[in-house]
């Protein structure tokens, strides 16, 4: 038997031992085994190591092991409660995923609402503010208006002009 | 309706009755306590651990899908806490103190003696062999430990097993070759 062949059988051992080889991969490791003495031998260890781990049977539960996992629990029943009265049912019964979505939108939605909080309104003028904004600059020369019509008068401006010339 | 009656028992539960979560936890724990004592070898903190474990299963009951077989899930969960909960230094203290180096004991001894009909030699030997193989187990990296510990005393499949650690199924066969190989080495001399 060749080394490498050893090398490749003693890989598998473990898993030809748990049955977790294919059928072809089972026949080959199992071939081997009948003829490699030195392999049979490092199987027959493998077994006799398993045989021993599987006496150790474990312990049975401490006699307080029920009380006071039935204290936790009880204090876990009311955390759960306390936490589950502010949640709707529908939402508690949601898949996780679909929780997580919800939760995700729910953010979202309050982000966009707040942001609509922060852009400044618009200011909306009664007729008489909005008459005056658009002749403010009227409002300005205010005292070339008031003499206008009295500078389109020619009586006016005749009289004026014989008025400076007199003086 | 279900193949596996604890998954029928989870989905009763998932609809509020609470009995199916009790007939689950009287079902599962002692498999649960002595998969962590045998990862930890701490009885306290195994029991500890086992608890959460069975909180946890309370409290993310509604996250449970019955696709696959309640006991795969369960130890899921269990793995999950061995993993994350042991690296921490609460459990880490407890575990230094109640089994100091060189004192440790395997529990389930005391069982062995009173039903043991075995010479005195022999049950010498056996415990040699068991206190060796309770060395070999602890000093194992923590991945190959679980994967041993799924293997050899709950027989999960390598497939099983890959889930539950959440690696390929290759890397379950080399972790259960490599941790078999482990042992054999350490216990050898009493198989001889």
Same mark, same amino acid.
């Given at each position: 038997m060749s080394r490498e062949e050893c090398l490749k059988v003693k890989e598998n051992v473990s898993a030809f031992l748990d049955g977790e080889l294919s059928a072809q991969e089972r026949q080959h490791v199992g071939g081997h085994l009948r003829l490699c003495s030195l392999c049979k031998k490092e199987y027959e260890h493998l077994t006799g190591a398993v045989a021993i781990m599987r006496e150790w049977h474990g312990i049975s539960p401490s006699e307080t092991f029920d009380r006071q996992f039935q204290k936790k629990l009880q204090k876990q029943r009311r955390r759960l409660r306390r936490g589950r009265g502010r949640i709707p049912a529908f939402i508690q019964h949601l898949p996780a995923p679909y929780r997580l979505a919800l939760a995700t939108a729910m953010s979202l939605l309050l982000i966009v609402l707040g942001g609509l909080l922060l852009i400044p309104k618009p200011t909306y003028l009664n007729p008489y503010e909005i008459g005056l904004a658009r002749n403010l600059d009227l409002l300005q020369n205010f005292e070339v208006i008031r003499y206008r019509d009295g500078l389109e008068n020619f009586d006016i401006i005749n009289a004026m002009d014989e008025l400076n010339e007199a003086t | 309706m279900f193949k596996d009656p604890d998954v029928e028992l989870m989905v009763r539960f998932q609809k509020g009755d609470e009995e199916a979560f009790q007939r689950l936890f009287n079902k599962h724990k002692r498999g649960i306590i002595n998969f962590i004592y045998r990862f930890c070898q701490d009885r306290g903190v195994a029991e500890e651990l086992a608890q959460e474990v069975f909180l946890r299963i309370y409290e993310s009951a509604?996250? +449970?899908?019955?696709?696959?077989?309640f006991s795969s899930w369960i130890f899921r969960i269990a793995t999950n806490i061995c993993l994350n909960e042991l690296r921490k230094a609460e459990y880490q203290a407890k575990i230094r103190t109640s089994s100091p180096s060189g004192q440790s004991r395997w529990e389930g001894d005391s069982e062995l003696e009173d039903r043991s009909r075995q010479s005195a030699h022999s049950l010498l030997e056996t415990k040699e062999r068991r206190e060796r193989l309770r060395r070999a187990i602890t000093k194992l990296p923590e991945r190959q430990r679980i994967a041993l510990i799924l293997n050899i005393? +709950?027989?999960?499949?390598y497939r099983e097993i890959a889930e539950q650690i959440g690696c390929p199924e290759g890397t379950v066969k080399t972790l259960i070759h490599r941790s078999k190989e482990a042992i054999k080495q350490a216990i050898m001399p009493t198989l001889e």
């Open positions: - | 509604h996250q +449970y899908r019955p696709t696959a077989k005393y +709950y027989d999960f499949s």
